[in-house]
């Protein structure tokens, strides 16, 4: 079945540690995305990529690097400079708008991370 | 870019229609609308989308204003399972997803 997965679901680090969060998918989607989700707020768009090789800086990119060598993969890295790194992070795939085509953008289930 | 407005909250009796709102007023002509909910500690899941005309599918409608400023939800017999917070997004040609807060719906027995 096509799919997009992270991994992996809990993830505990200590402070100052980098720590690299995956996400897979298997659907040939074009696009890819990463969002954070603090407790009881929206979700908040950390970077995006379009195209393999590319990649864009979302809303609170800052503290976080990303790389897009695959199609299918779209790990994010938190580093030691992000300050409040614990939180929910949520990974999406879509398809890229084509000739007016619009599909509809698939989520993993997300990392749970906890820096101590 | 382009932002919705939700209210933060409502709450629906089971059995009963549900309309959940959005405003888009600054919405661009090649946008798209896209509505999706999520359930606690996972992933947000796909519901609807369209452009200009109304759309059905076997969860909800989708309802468009003429203007395309706003548009609402319909999900016509609410369930238990449908409590959720549901979000509405603009998909912009340059590919951005940007969601705000969504509407946490509660549903009553």
């Known amino acids: 079945d096509g799919g997009i997965t992270q991994s992996p679901k809990y993830l505990f680090r200590k402070e100052g540690q980098n720590v690299t969060l995956s996400c897979e998918q298997n659907l040939n989607h074009d696009a890819m995305y990463w969002y954070r989700q603090d407790p009881g707020q929206g979700l908040r768009l950390i970077y995006y990529s379009q195209i393999v090789n590319d990649f864009q800086k979302g809303d609170i990119a800052e503290g976080y690097s990303v790389s897009r060598e695959k199609k299918e993969s779209f790990p994010l890295t938190v580093t030691s400079a992000q300050k409040n790194p614990t939180a929910f992070y949520l990974c999406a795939s879509i398809r890229r708008l084509v000739d007016g085509m619009n599909t509809e953008a698939f989520f993993g289930q997300g990392t749970r991370l906890t820096v101590v | 870019d382009a932002k919705t407005t939700q209210p933060n909250s409502m709450e629906s009796n089971e059995e009963e229609p549900v309309h959940l709102p959005c405003n888009h007023s600054?919405?661009?002509?090649?946008?798209?609308i896209h509505w999706y909910r999520q359930l606690p500690s996972q992933g947000p899941e796909y519901v609807i989308h369209?452009?200009?005309s109304n759309v059905n599918n076997r969860m909800a409608s989708l309802a468009i204003a003429e203007d395309r400023k706003s548009s609402t939800l319909i999900l016509h017999r609410a369930t238990l399972r449908d409590a959720a917070v549901y979000y509405c997004i603009l998909r912009y040609q340059g590919g951005k997803l940007i969601f705000g807060q969504g509407t946490e719906l509660s549903v009553k027995p």
């Open positions: 369209g452009l200009t």
């Open positions: 600054t919405i661009s002509g090649t946008d798209y």
